[in-house]
C-alpha cells in the first residue's frame, strides 16, 4: 500500500553522526581519563590544603549552639581524620576510573573480554564498596561525634550501592564467560 | 582431549613441512602447531576441508578417537554434558 508522501516544508535538518562503538569508546576513555587525574590531583592537594589550613591558619570549630556556643581551635586528630578521609576518598575513586580505563583501552582495540577485565572489574566492585562503606562509616562517625554537624545516616543509604556492587560484579562474571569464549575460539582452527 | 590430529604422520607421510602445509591450506604456521600438538579445542569443516584436500586424505586419516579420561579444564559438567547441551 502507497502512502501518499508527506511535504517537507523545504526544512533540511542536519543528520546527527551515528555514534559508532570506537566513538562511544573514545568519548567514555577521555571521560575516565579526565576524571582519574582531577582526582589523583585532587587527593593530593586537598588533605594537603587541610594540613596547611591547621598549620598555616587557624581553623576553629564551634561547639554549643546559643549563648553557650564555644569556639575551639579544630584539634588535630579532626584534622588528621579529615585529611586521611579526603585521600582516601578521592585516592580510591581514582583507582576505580584508572581500572576503567584499562578497561576502555581493551574496548578500543576490539578485545574486551580480555581476563585482566574480570580482574579489573572485581576491583572496580570491592573499591565501590569500600568507597560506599567508608562514606557511610565517616558519615556515621561525624554524626555520632560532632553534635548538629550532619544527620546520622540510616541503613537505607547502603542498599542502591549494594545494587551497584552486585551488579558489577555479576557483569565481572558475565565478562570471565566472555574470556573463555574467547579462548575457545582463539583455539578454534 | 580424547581426540587425535594425526598431522605429524600423514605430513611425513606426503613428505611436506609444515610451513609448506600451512601456505597451501591458507592457516598461519602457529595456528597449525596448536592443531599438531594437541592444543586446538575445535576445528572449523573449511579448515579440516583444506586439510584433506592438501594432505589427499580423509578425515578419519587426520583424526582419531581415544578412548581415555578427559583432559582437565575441559568444558563439559560433571555429567560429562558440553555446555549447552542435554
Not at chain 1, 581519563?33 to 594537603?48: H, K, M, N
Not at chain 1, 574486551?112 to 572485581?122: A, D, E, G, K, Y
Not at chain 2, 609448506?20 to 575445535?42: H, M, P, Q
Request: hydrophobic share 50%.
Amino acid at each position: 500500500m502507497r502512502f501518499p508522501k508527506t511535504t517537507s516544508l523545504g526544512i533540511r535538518t542536519p543528520s546527527l553522526p551515528r555514534l559508532n562503538l570506537v566513538s562511544i569508546s573514545s568519548v567514555a576513555g577521555t571521560a575516565c581519563a579526565v576524571a582519574f587525574w582531577v582526582l589523583a590531583i585532587g587527593a593530593v592537594l586537598i588533605p594537603s590544603a587541610v594540613v596547611a589550613l591547621k598549620v598555616f591558619g587557624t581553623p576553629v570549630v564551634t561547639a554549643g549552639t546559643g549563648d553557650e556556643a564555644i569556639v575551639i581551635p579544630l584539634p588535630w586528630a579532626y584534622v588528621l581524620l579529615v585529611a586521611i578521609a579526603a585521600f582516601a576518598y578521592l585516592a580510591t575513586s581514582a583507582l576505580i576510573f584508572r581500572l576503567l580505563i584499562g578497561i576502555v583501552a581493551t574496548l578500543r582495540v576490539g578485545d574486551p573480554f580480555h581476563p585482566q577485565n574480570v580482574r579489573r572489574l572485581h576491583q572496580i566492585g570491592a573499591a565501590f564498596a569500600t568507597v560506599t562503606l567508608g562514606v557511610w562509616a565517616g558519615q556515621f562517625l561525624v554524626a555520632r561525634f560532632v553534635r548538629g554537624a550532619m544527620a546520622a545516616p540510616s541503613l537505607f543509604d547502603l542498599i542502591t550501592p549494594s545494587f551497584a556492587v552486585v551488579i558489577i560484579v555479576v557483569i565481572a562474571e558475565v565478562f570471565r564467560e566472555g574470556a573463555r569464549l574467547r579462548r575457545e575460539s582463539e583455539l578454534t582452527i | 582431549m580424547a581426540i587425535r590430529v594425526q598431522l605429524d604422520r600423514i605430513l611425513l607421510e606426503r613428505r611436506m613441512s609444515l610451513t609448506e602445509l600451512a601456505d597451501r591450506v591458507g592457516v598461519t604456521l602457529a595456528n597449525l602447531s596448536i592443531l599438531k600438538t594437541g592444543k586446538a579445542r575445535a576445528i572449523r569443516f573449511t579448515t579440516l576441508d583444506a586439510l584433506c584436500r592438501e594432505l589427499n586424505c580423509q578425515p578419519g586419516d587426520l583424526l582419531t578417537q581415544t578412548p581415555g579420561p578427559q583432559d582437565p579444564g575441559s568444558d563439559e559438567d560433571p555429567d560429562g554434558n558440553a555446555p549447552g547441551t542435554t
